[in-house]
């Protein structure tokens, strides 16, 4: 039967990758190509994305993929690159996490009030929504040369075919699209004077986005024509796409340097109710809608393990096992979290000032890191369900944490729910699979999921434990 293959470059905050999915009837089998470190860099003007050796890393992936049937391109949120009226980058991509975007909020909202703003547009506050950027950028010099804006997939898709779109599912995080037409919201644009002819036209999975361009064949040393296909560029659009899950009453936990924790719905929650929950409303494929909460995630222990000069992680995790349970916890929601640096010592902070023991040792507040996360996890996985109205028997964990054994139990213990963990690479896969289906191999999402279930191994955690004394810790954060 007829098996094609499908490179998927899936960018990450801290590595990116080149896939290569080989799909066939009853077949899904993922390999790596190449993996690059992502490496942001701190220049004088603020925290930068090096998007150059970005692409150097896919051009060397493509070339290490060999001969595939299309091309998809997946990477973390929001950011984008201004090209000016050549076509041309102007300057380095601005990262998330940069201080651009702090008291930007505030001056947003007193000319389109927060609560209007999730009514129109669906989406939690995050600093570093697109938005909150173009306000923030406003005033400079690169900005006033802007004449298009590409979000980061959607850059790279350029480069590679030459042609320029705006994937919808990533299109979903900037703040700017309505979530019931699934399409630009004027009203908002308009009223912060934000000019959506910046934008290329939208396209969505599965779209066509060119073909790669004969320079880029050369380089990489394929043959072409190799097609360029959209899929749900949002890495947490793919990674959802590709949760093995059987019918609806599931909730999902997008692991990695964030945990995106919440349910899939046939349409978005707009209450201020949601909204004072922090709840986001972006988009997903075949008209679904993401319906999460951005949790910190393995950041918080990136940054750690990184403040400690880089010690073996799996002594590190058996050690935070032994560790007793709940001394202290943080809120792992707190955008206090977000900018890099001193990670252990301002996690130290928090417990104090929550009159928590403080943990000392690097077990201690890894032990304190993953409390903290299952904790979230718990949080979101419950509210997303009152606020929808959408009970859940499973939670599906996919992406990096699936690796990590202790965090995957706790989040079942804490949930009281049985945890399914896997696939880890769930991005690249949910990449590949909406490739597959615009090559007409693979059915509707649902067809989609039982293919992953059926191919990936996938691991099992029962709840253990009684969910009461989660109960009690998320008291003792709610008391401060
Ligand atoms: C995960 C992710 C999240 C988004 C954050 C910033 O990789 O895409 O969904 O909120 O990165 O872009």
Redesign the pocket.
């Known amino acids: 039967i007829d098996t094609k293959a499908f490179a998927a470059v899936d960018l990450?905050?801290s590595s990116g990758r080149v896939m290569v999915g080989r799909v066939g009837a009853d077949r899904l089998e993922l390999t790596e190509a190449h993996r690059f470190p992502n490496r942001p860099v701190r220049t004088p003007d603020g925290l930068r994305w090096d998007v150059l050796a970005l692409y150097a890393g896919v051009l060397d992936g493509l070339r290490a993929a060999g001969r595939v049937d299309s091309v998809g391109v997946d990477s973390?949120?929001?950011?984008h690159g201004l090209l000016d009226a050549d076509g041309v980058l102007l300057g380095n991509p601005v990262h998330?996490r940069d201080a651009r975007t702090e008291g930007v909020a505030e001056r947003v909202w007193a000319s389109l009030p927060a609560g209007e703003l999730y009514a129109a547009t669906g989406l939690q506050y995050?600093p570093?929504n697109t938005l909150y950027q173009l306000v923030a950028a406003r005033g400079t010099a690169q900005f006033a040369a802007a004449r298009r804006l590409l979000l980061i997939p959607d850059l790279l898709t350029y480069w590679l075919t030459g042609e320029q779109g705006t994937e919808l599912t990533n299109a979903s995080?900037t703040q700017l699209i309505d979530p019931r037409t699934r399409d630009w919201s004027r009203e908002v644009a308009d009223r912060l004077g934000i000019d959506l002819g910046l934008f290329a036209p939208l396209r969505r999975p599965g779209d066509p986005a060119g073909l790669l361009r004969p320079e880029v064949l050369e380089e990489t040393g394929l043959a072409g024509p190799v097609p360029v296909t959209a899929v749900g560029s949002?890495?947490?659009a793919s990674a959802v796409a590709a949760v093995p899950a059987s019918g609806e009453r599931f909730a999902y936990i997008?692991t990695?340097?964030?945990s995106?924790a919440g349910l899939e719905l046939s349409a978005p929650v707009l209450t201020q109710e949601s909204r004072a929950a922090n709840f986001t409303n972006e988009l997903g494929l075949d008209g679904t809608v993401r319906y999460l909460r951005?949790i910190m995630g393995l950041w918080l222990l990136q940054e750690s393990v990184r403040a400690w000069g880089d010690p073996d992680l799996g002594e590190l995790l058996l050690a935070a096992a032994r560790v007793p349970a709940l001394r202290s916890v943080v809120d792992a929601g707190d955008a206090g979290f977000l900018a890099p640096g001193r990670m252990p010592e301002r996690i130290a902070e928090a417990c104090r000032a929550s009159g928590q023991p403080v943990p000392e040792t690097p077990a201690e507040v890894t032990r304190c890191i993953l409390d903290s996360l299952a904790l979230a996890h718990r949080a979101a996985v419950g509210a997303a369900q009152r606020l929808a109205g959408h009970p859940v028997d499973v939670v599906h964990v996919v992406g990096g944490g699936t690796r990590n054994a202790l965090l995957c139990q706790l989040t079942a213990d804490a949930c009281g729910l049985p945890v399914v963990a896997g696939p880890t690479e769930a991005a690249a896969l949910g990449n590949v699979l909406v490739q597959a289906r615009a090559h007409g191999l693979v059915g509707d999402l649902a067809g989609m999921r039982r293919l992953v279930a059926r191919t990936q191994s996938l691991t099992r955690y029962e709840p253990r434990g009684d969910p009461a004394r989660w109960q009690a810790a998320a008291a003792r954060l709610a008391h401060r």
Do not use: K
């Open positions: 990450g905050a973390w949120a929001v950011d998330y995050a570093f995080t949002h890495d947490t997008c990695g340097t964030w995106l951005n």
